[in-house]
């Protein structure tokens, strides 16, 4: 089966930045979406950024304009390219895949901003 295996998270001051990665591997059907989820104290898990096989992106109306998502098909890999780094951006987040047949997530990393 499809593992996903995340890297990228720490602390970081507000302002900065983190790339978090997301390696793919197994079977991996297309069509398919992968994206990012998190989840902070006290709140809804929240998709956050996502792109389709076809390069088609979405992005929360919270990080438009300082999150990128991105993918390299030879890796098998997503990132999420964060800028701009405020508190409230301070969660837990899972790399996600959904296909026809599968709906597959990461381990989780941990993004903490401090102010």
């Known amino acids: 089966q499809v593992q996903l295996v995340e890297s990228g998270g720490g602390l970081v001051q507000a302002g900065g930045s983190l790339r978090l990665s997301c390696a793919a591997s197994?079977?991996?059907?297309?069509?398919?979406?992968m994206g990012w989820y998190r989840q902070a104290a006290g709140k809804q898990r929240e998709l956050v950024a996502a792109?389709?096989?076809?390069?088609?992106?979405n992005y929360a109306d919270s990080v438009k304009g300082r999150f990128t998502i991105s993918r390299d098909p030879a890796k098998n890999t997503v990132y999420l390219q964060m800028n701009s780094l405020k508190p409230d951006d301070t969660a837990v987040y899972h790399c996600?895949?959904?296909?026809?047949?599968?709906?597959?997530w990461g381990q989780g990393t941990q993004v903490t901003v401090s102010s």
């Open positions: 792109i389709t096989s076809g390069g088609s992106t």
């Open positions: 996600n895949l959904k296909t026809y047949r599968l709906d597959s």
């Open positions: 197994g079977i991996i059907f297309r069509p398919n979406t």
